[in-house]
């Protein structure tokens, strides 16, 4: 989700929800569930949109075991990919794809 205020969002996340800063890049944050890893928050800076890589399309992340099996199935189901299957340079093995409701799901498994 895109933000106003990355480090008021900071404040909210970490500071009030207690959630651990899993990734701080330049033009977005994820926060991670302490007692749950893969439970995530992942929020882009709306005045830097060159550098959120998508992140603002996301509303959900899922943290998968296969990711290219995912891929290949979305493709197969005729979903609609918003972000191509990309390795990040933080680790991550990632995709978009577009839910019939039209929830935007961050589809990612760590390298």
Do not use: C
């Not at 033009?27 to 928050?41: D, H, L």
Request: no cysteine; proline share 5%; hydrophobic share 45%.
């Amino acid at each position: 989700m895109t933000v106003d205020d990355l480090a008021k969002s900071r404040e909210f996340y970490a500071g009030f929800l207690g959630f651990d800063v899993a990734m701080d890049e330049p033009g977005f944050m994820m926060f991670a569930s302490p007692s749950n890893r893969t439970a995530q928050i992942t929020v882009a800076d709306a005045n830097t949109p060159a550098l959120d890589r998508g992140i603002s399309e996301a509303q959900v992340s899922v943290e998968v075991s296969d990711v290219d099996a995912l891929h290949v199935k979305a493709q197969d189901a005729g979903l609609e990919i918003v972000y191509p299957l990309t390795n990040e340079p933080w680790g991550i093995r990632r995709f978009f794809v577009r839910a019939p409701d039209g929830t935007v799901i961050n589809v990612a498994q760590h390298l």
